[in-house]
Every structure is written in C-alpha cells, then in structure tokens.
Nanobody, 123 residues
Framework: QVQAVESGGGLVQAGGSLRLSCAAS????????LGWFRQAPGLERDFIAA????????TYADSVKGRFTISRGDAGNTVYLQMNSLKPEDTAVYYC????????????????WGQGTQVTVSS
C-alpha cells in the first residue's frame, strides 16, 4: 500500500503563492505517479497536475498551466506543487493521491489518497 501524505496549504491573498508537499510512504513499486486534485464545496473533484516519480513526466490541467508547477523532491518519493498567482477560485481542499503506473488526470485511477489540505485565497 502506497500512502500519500500532504502538507502545506493555508490562507493567502489573491496574487500570492503557496507550496504544497506530498510524500509517498514507500517506493516498493517500480512505477508510481503522484497527482494533485482539488475539491471546492458542492463541486466535483478536479485534476490539477501529476508527475511520474520514475521519469519526471508531468501532466497539467489547462486551468493551472503557467501558474502551478509540480516537481519531484531529491528524496525521490516527495513531490511539490508550487502555486503562484493564486486566485479566489483556487480556494478548495487540495488532495494528493498515488497510483501505480503513469500519470493520469482521472481520479478514479488513483488508489491512495491523503486527508486533504485547505487552501483559501482571499480577494
């Protein structure tokens, strides 16, 4: 079982930045991808970005391209989501999730989810 544990988040003004971290509990499997999703109240869970821990390939949602960057940490089992130029509509609970295999924007392909971390952007 590969668990995903998030950290970071908080309250920031519009135009500001935040960095979220996500650690996979183990690297037993040869191919793991970590993804970030978000869910605002009353809305569906949306894909943000994903990265392969093996080759570093990334996938982004169009809504965050140019503002958010997903990257791997030196430890090899940690990824970061750098969020710049934040907007009030980015307010949501952000979840990290892990899956075996390549990156995907489909949340149903992710097996293990973190508890979520709240990001609030004030106008």
């Amino acid at each position: 079982q590969v668990q995903a544990v998030e950290s970071g988040g908080g309250l920031v003004q519009a135009g500001g930045s935040l960095r979220l971290s996500c650690a996979a509990s183990e690297r037993t499997f040869t191919s793991i991808a970590l993804g970030w999703f978000r869910q605002a109240p009353g809305l569906e869970r949306d894909f943000i970005a994903a990265i392969s821990l093996d080759d570093g390939s990334t996938t982004y949602a169009d809504s965050v391209k140019g503002r958010f960057t997903i990257s791997r940490g030196d430890a090899g089992n940690t990824v970061y989501l750098q969020m710049n130029s934040l907007k009030p509509e980015d307010t949501a609970v952000y979840y990290c999730a892990s899956k075996i295999g390549p990156t995907s924007s489909d949340y149903q392909t992710y097996n293990y989810w973190g508890q979520g971390t709240q990001v609030t952007v004030s106008s």
